[in-house]
């Protein structure tokens, strides 16, 4: 149960109002069990509830720590015995109930209205240089020999590491970084993600509650947009560079010494291995699994795992040498 910095946690809330704030039936010697929080699979613990839509996620759904799983019925062979299941129609859309439960304000990136201009927080950084009109929250961590440059607005509990280069016209909110970070000018950092739930009256927002992580090395290119995870969290590796451009969606996990050209989009919840090389205006499908040493063609879409140590091209994207037959049969 992580402690979450950036945003107001209610609760706890007893099972029973959570069974009913979802429609879901629930046996007497269960309704006291309080819960406290509303977490991923392998982030919770035994006083938390997560949710389970698809069997992709079994290896972690299988050693969950959660007291009570949203899911459904056919899912239920995936999860502890001792888990209690609390079976819906649609699952994401409790699990979106649920979250609202215990992070109401999440629903909306509201400005941050706690800013300070930086020339009246000199002191607090003395080691750090500003640029004109650089804006900070509060509880705002910066470590010396970091430069931030103008017109940054750097929103309350946001850590930044030492030397490291924040650009002109940044945006950062929910995020923590780490040493020797660079992120060039424009780039928003920890905004909410596109996560929505559609239903036939109206589109119902999900609540986005997770944090960017970059660890040291980072570089990110002018303009890029890092959207913050819903539960878990958006990581980009130690040593990783992305280009200008670049778009990374919620619960994005991009390992070690990547390299990503310029215009690609990476879709919500999926993993990419270490040293990985995509080429520029490619696309990475939600929810899949890129292995280590894999290189990506310039404007390939992936809409498939990709085994260690592959090379792979086109729409969709196939092995290489598949890839240059397929042009010479044409």
């Not at 149960?1 to 979802?22: S, V, W």
């Given at each position: 149960m992580p402690?979450?910095q950036?945003y107001e946690?209610k609760?706890?809330f007893?099972?029973i109002?959570?069974a009913?704030a979802?429609?879901?039936?629930?046996?007497?010697?269960?309704?006291?069990i309080?819960?406290?929080g509303?977490?991923?699979l392998?982030?919770?613990s035994?006083?938390?509830?997560?949710f389970?839509?698809?069997?992709?996620?079994?290896?972690?759904?299988l050693?969950t720590?959660?007291?009570a799983?949203?899911?459904?019925?056919?899912?239920?062979?995936?999860?502890?015995n001792?888990?209690?299941?609390l079976?819906?129609k649609?699952?994401?859309?409790?699990?979106?109930?649920?979250?609202?439960?215990?992070?109401?304000?999440?629903?909306?990136?509201i400005?941050?209205?706690?800013?300070?201009?930086?020339d009246k927080?000199?002191n607090?950084?003395p080691?750090v240089k500003?640029?004109?009109?650089v804006l900070?929250?509060?509880?705002?961590i910066?470590?010396?020999n970091?430069?931030?440059?103008?017109?940054?607005i750097?929103?309350?509990n946001i850590?930044?590491g030492?030397?490291?280069?924040i650009?002109?016209?940044?945006?950062?909110r929910?995020?923590?970084?780490?040493n020797?970070v660079?992120?060039?000018?424009?780039?928003?950092?920890?905004?909410?993600?596109?996560?929505?739930i559609?239903?036939k009256?109206?589109?119902i927002?999900?609540?986005?509650?997770?944090?960017?992580?970059?660890?040291e090395g980072?570089?990110i290119?002018?303009?890029?947009?890092?959207?913050?995870?819903?539960l878990?969290?958006?990581i980009i590796?130690?040593?990783t560079?992305?280009?200008?451009?670049v778009?990374?969606?919620h619960n994005?996990?991009?390992?070690?010494?990547c390299?990503?050209?310029?215009?690609?989009?990476?879709?919500?919840?999926?993993?990419?291995g270490?040293n990985?090389?995509?080429?520029?205006?490619?696309g990475i499908s939600?929810?899949?699994?890129?292995?280590?040493?894999?290189?990506?063609?310039?404007?390939?879409?992936v809409?498939?795992?990709?085994?260690?140590?592959?090379?792979?091209m086109?729409?969709?994207?196939?092995?290489?040498?598949?890839?240059i037959?397929?042009?010479?049969?044409?």
């Amino acid at each position: 149960m992580p402690k979450n910095q950036f945003y107001e946690k209610k609760g706890p809330f007893p099972l029973i109002d959570i069974a009913k704030a979802i429609g879901c039936e629930l046996s007497l010697n269960k309704k006291n069990i309080e819960i406290y929080g509303f977490e991923s699979l392998d982030n919770s613990s035994k006083n938390d509830v997560t949710f389970l839509n698809s069997s992709k996620y079994k290896d972690l759904s299988l050693k969950t720590k959660a007291v009570a799983c949203i899911t459904s019925s056919n899912l239920f062979k995936f999860l502890p015995n001792e888990c209690i299941k609390l079976n819906v129609k649609n699952t994401l859309f409790a699990a979106t109930q649920v979250s609202k439960l215990f992070y109401p304000s999440a629903d909306f990136d509201i400005p941050d209205d706690k800013l300070v201009s930086a020339d009246k927080l000199k002191n607090l950084y003395p080691n750090v240089k500003f640029g004109y009109n650089v804006l900070i929250g509060k509880n705002v961590i910066i470590k010396k020999n970091t430069s931030v440059g103008s017109n940054t607005i750097l929103e309350s509990n946001i850590s930044i590491g030492e030397n490291c280069v924040i650009g002109s016209f940044v945006l950062i909110r929910n995020s923590l970084i780490s040493n020797d970070v660079h992120i060039q000018d424009g780039v928003k950092l920890g905004i909410k993600g596109f996560g929505f739930i559609p239903m036939k009256e109206k589109n119902i927002k999900s609540p986005h509650v997770g944090k960017v992580i970059l660890h040291e090395g980072v570089e990110i290119g002018a303009n890029s947009t890092i959207d913050r995870g819903s539960l878990a969290d958006t990581i980009i590796g130690k040593n990783t560079f992305l280009d200008n451009q670049v778009h990374v969606a919620h619960n994005v996990k991009i390992g070690k010494n990547c390299m990503i050209a310029g215009q690609v989009g990476f879709a919500g919840s999926s993993a990419i291995g270490d040293n990985v090389v995509i080429g520029g205006q490619s696309g990475i499908s939600g929810h899949l699994k890129v292995g280590n040493n894999v290189k990506i063609g310039g404007g390939s879409g992936v809409i498939n795992d990709i085994k260690d140590n592959q090379q792979v091209m086109g729409y969709p994207a196939v092995p290489l040498k598949e890839f240059i037959k397929q042009r010479k049969n044409k």
